[in-house]
């Protein structure tokens, strides 16, 4: 599904206009963060990236989902066999990406059901389907926001606006539901979440796990894995796989910390 | 891959102006110049009567010792205000019509082009519409309904006619011709625009709405809407304004004035498309307008909601006189500036009555070169007793070569004034675009749902059918406003 080869990124020159909190930090032009990543995602796989801080964990999410400031040097990544680095953020998403946010957006005055109606029927047009049904949209949601545990009532609060931050947390996966993506990458949601939040969260990733879905966790703790099983574990340090393994490598590292390996 | 911000500034500069056309028509224009013959031509080609006329002259001769303001953070060229005809009107309408059937097809086919149908049937059902082509009005629709409610609403040259002791009474009392340099201008050389009385305890049973069409050269369109609504009543009126696509400026000048009796209510609504000019700021309407309500009543209540798209510069301040103790007055603003047009508006509140009240909404949009100031003032007198007042005003800035001021400014003589103020500024972030394309939806759409969410609370306050336009023209403002 997903085929990372040899994935060299580094920080796009510095835009002059607009500079954004979470993105690229500015005067990092040209500084390499991914230094020849290979990686495989089948269906049916839940691959955990973990790593210390600045090992580009995040920016390799944020560069499957197609957020600007990056520049690719070499290599190439494929999705369904097609070339993802050559669609846009909103042509990948129709086609089934999803990136699930360390800090999700606040949007004041739109409503969460207004985006999540968009974003479907943005979804069903590149799909060659007619826009959904009002009723039809409102049950699918309704249904979702339950199984989050969350007030219906935040359907029409604006997009995150006001939410805690475990609330957007639990919004992001809200979202996965609805839109139903086949490759979700989750960048640390397991940040900033109380217990019960983390459980809440942890069900919904659960109900997205398929044959046909795939699931990349980057996350910085074991903490996850308890409730999200995964089929592979990967540590990412500057820039580089460092090593992979099975769910038992996420408990080394429990242990033993990053160092052993970033020495290596 | 995907758009950087250079994209987006030139994907913001390729907007297009919908009600540019021009109606090829013969019309009655006198030649360009102001004189006090001309004040005379005007008052005689309307059959005015002697009072009006002095008025004028009197207007005029004010007017000729004034100074046009430059405190605005605008910047034009100096007006020469001898090269503006001051009367223009279609000659098909030398003696008005009696029935839409008389009014000439081309100036139909005009307002069907923008979407304003005049034949009754096609009517959005409760809106009765007056339309104002260059100088004159050219039909008020659903007429009788009205009459029947005892609502007055005509063009403002008939009511002089037909009502002159209301039009005498009250016209100039919320601004007088020596108020400053454009409404004084405006009073002398004024042509046509609304008349609307609603007598005592009446709630209007229609939304009330006027469309104004600059069309000829070289030409200034001054028009004076009065609007009075008596003891206990209620109306809502919206006006809407088009012009078309010209290389040189043209001068807007009007003057609003409302007057709400003891329990009155009027709620005005303004969606303003004036040609904005094109992208390197040539061409454009200046947009120089004197709006005020005068809340003179007791518990009386005046609502101004805007949204201001268009013209190469706007100066106007929408204002409320709250006299009556009691009374409200509220101003709910979108203001957009693309490309090089530059806008300088707000709103005054002013305190006089007892327990009176205020609140200001202003929701101000910046793109491309776009420059924007809010004004505004609050105004607490000695006698206005537990005045209060809610300020909010909010900046969006898109791209990085557009500008956002705020020039608050608050004067209160009575201790138990209770004022509130929050501004903001922003910028669409690349984080709210980059999430909202990670949910499949295009930059396109990401920034107009941005935009419109900015909008809201301003655009709650719209008649429902108006809404949905002025969505959909905030839509077309920022077309390509990121790629």
Redesign the interface.
Do not use: H, V, W
């Given at each position: 599904m997903l085929e990372i080869t040899n994935l060299h990124a580094q920080l796009a020159p510095a835009s002059l206009n607009e500079q954004s909190s979470r993105g690229p930090a500015p005067g990092g032009e040209g500084k390499k963060i991914l230094q020849g990543i290979t990686l495989a995602v089948k269906p049916g796989e839940v691959h955990a990236v973990m790593g210390p801080n600045g090992s580009g964990k995040s920016t390799l999410a944020h560069l499957l989902a197609g957020r600007e400031g990056y520049t690719v040097t070499e290599g190439q990544v494929r999705y369904d066999g097609k070339d993802l680095l050559a669609l846009s953020p909103e042509e990948r998403a129709c086609d089934g990406v999803f990136l699930g946010f360390q800090y999700p957006v606040e949007i004041p005055g739109v409503s969460n059901l207004y985006l999540l109606r968009t974003a479907l029927n943005a979804k069903r047009k590149r799909q060659g389907l007619p826009e959904i049904d009002a009723m039809d949209f409102l049950a699918w949601v309704k249904e979702r926001v339950k199984q989050m545990k969350m007030d219906i009532a935040m359907l029409h609060r604006g997009v995150n606006e006001g939410f805690s931050g475990g609330e957007k947390k639990r919004n992001e996966i809200l979202q996965m539901l609805v839109l139903e993506p086949r490759l979700m990458i989750l960048d640390e949601t397991d940040s900033g979440l109380d217990i019960d939040a983390l459980k809440i969260v942890s069900e919904g990733i659960n109900l997205m796990r398929s044959p046909q879905r795939a699931i990349l966790l980057v996350t910085h703790y074991q903490r996850l894995l308890d409730y999200v099983k995964p089929d592979f574990v990967h540590v990412l340090a500057r820039g580089r796989i460092v090593k992979s393994g099975g769910p038992e490598l996420a408990l080394e590292l429990e242990q033993k910390g990053y160092g052993w390996l970033e020495a290596a | 891959?995907?758009?950087?911000?250079?994209d987006?500034?030139n994907l913001l500069k390729r907007r297009e102006y919908a009600a540019g056309f021009s109606t090829d028509i013969e019309s009655e224009t006198v030649p360009p110049g102001l004189s006090e013959d001309v004040i005379r031509f005007i008052s005689a080609r309307k059959g005015e009567p002697d009072w009006l006329l002095e008025w004028r002259l009197k207007a005029y001769r004010r007017w000729l010792k004034m100074v046009e303001p430059r405190w605005a953070h605008v910047h034009y060229p100096r007006i020469d205000y001898q090269a503006i005809s001051y009367y223009s009107r279609p000659k098909s309408l030398a003696e008005r019509p009696k029935s839409l059937d008389e009014v000439d097809p081309k100036l139909l086919e005009t307002y069907k082009k923008l979407g304003i149908p005049l034949k009754e049937q096609e009517r959005l059902a409760g809106v009765a519409m007056d339309v104002v082509f260059d100088s004159v009005s050219v039909a008020t629709t659903f007429k009788d309904t009205l009459k029947k409610a005892g609502v007055i609403f005509c063009p403002i040259s008939e009511a002089i006619r037909e009502h002159p002791d209301l039009v005498r009474k009250y016209l100039g009392t919320v601004v007088p011709f020596g108020d400053n340099f454009y409404a004084g201008l405006n009073s002398a050389v004024f042509t046509d625009g609304s008349f609307v009385y609603v007598p005592k305890g009446v709630r209007c049973p229609m939304e009330l709405s006027t469309y104004f069409r600059i069309n000829e050269r070289n030409t200034g369109q001054f028009e004076r809407t009065l609007i009075v609504a008596d003891e206990g009543s209620y109306v809502s009126y919206l006006e809407g304004c088009t012009a078309p696509q010209r290389d040189e400026n043209q001068l807007h000048a009007a003057v609003v004035e409302l007057v709400a009796l003891d329990g009155a209510q009027i709620k005005y609504s303004t969606v303003q498309n004036w040609y904005p000019g094109d992208e390197e700021g040539r061409g454009g309407i200046y947009n120089f307008v004197t709006k005020r309500g005068d809340c003179r009543g007791r518990a009386s209540k005046i609502s101004w909601t805007q949204v201001e798209t268009g013209s190469a510069i706007t100066w106007k301040y929408p204002s409320c006189i709250l006299r009556g103790d009691d009374s409200v007055g509220e101003f709910y603003s979108v203001a957009v500036t693309n490309n090089r047009q530059q806008a300088d508006t707000g709103t005054k509140m002013i305190h006089v009555g007892r327990n009176t009240r205020s609140t200001i909404v202003s929701k101000g949009i910046s793109a491309g070169h776009g420059q924007q100031s809010y004004r505004g003032l609050v105004r607490v007198l000695p006698s206005a007793q537990n005045a209060r007042n809610y300020t909010q005003c909010d900046s969006l800035l898109i791209?990085?070569?557009c500008g956002a001021h705020t020039f608050p400014y608050t004067e209160v003589r009575n201790p138990n004034a209770h004022l509130e103020h929050e501004a903001t500024t922003s910028?669409i972030?690349?984080?709210?675009l980059?999430?909202?394309?990670?949910?499949?939806?295009?930059?396109e759409?990401a920034v107009s749902?941005?935009v419109?969410?900015?909008?809201?609370?301003v655009f709650k306050e719209l008649p429902m059918e108006f809404a949905v336009e002025a969505q959909k023209l905030l839509s077309v403002s920022l077309e390509g406003a990121v790629g």
């Open positions: - | 891959m995907s758009a950087t911000p250079k987006l500034e791209g990085g070569s910028k972030g690349e984080d709210q980059f999430y909202c394309r990670s949910r499949g939806i295009s930059e759409d749902m941005i419109n969410g900015f909008c809201k609370q």
